[in-house]
């Protein structure tokens, strides 16, 4: 993948598959530490451990399309490439939670990638789950919670044009204030 962005694409769409209602993204980004760490945790229908270890190898997939899921093995390759660490928790019923770290400077550690457009898509793509997306840099954090922008909206539907508008240009502005 050329952007860590897409990686988060393809991990949030598999919450949303699992029929989560809510998903966390978080992006820690530790210049002392030189870590970027992504975590996407959900309350979807979670998995059992022995499907937590079979989704790690690149043959297992429960779509019927397609013999090979890759989505989840792909981010985990990336990670590691980078001197980084992978893991999932999961439990039946409950949820799971996904983590990769980078070496943040590593040479082949990509972009993270287009934030705003990533979660214009996930936010569009089922106005009933709510996101919560934080990025952390050091000392600094920006926060999206579609929970409390629905509760401002009160009738008028998140997915609108001038909604999406508005949240996009509230994480690039978030986003920008982090590096400040
Ligand atoms: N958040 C999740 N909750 C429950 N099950 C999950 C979750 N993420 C992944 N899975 C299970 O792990 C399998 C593998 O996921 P992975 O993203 O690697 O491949 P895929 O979604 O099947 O295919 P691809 O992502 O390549 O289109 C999924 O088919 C699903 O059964
Ligand atoms: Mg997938």
Known sequence: MRELSMHILDIVQNSIVAGASVIEIVINENLIDDT?????DDNGRGMSEDEVSKVISPFFTSRTTRKVG???????????????????????????????????SHIDRVPIGNMAETMIVLVSSDINIDFI??????????????KEIKEVLGEVPINSMEVLEWIKNNIIEGIKALSK
């Open 36 to 40: 970027l760490t992504i975590a996407i």
């Open 70 to 104: 890759l989505g989840i093995p792909m981010f985990k390759a990336s990670a590691e490439a980078c001197d980084g660490a992978f893991k999932i928790t999961s439990e039946k019923g409950k949820g799971t939670y996904i983590e990769a770290v980078f070496k943040h």
């Open 133 to 146: 997306y934080k990025h952390i840099r050091n000392d600094k954090e920006y926060i999206l919670s579609t």
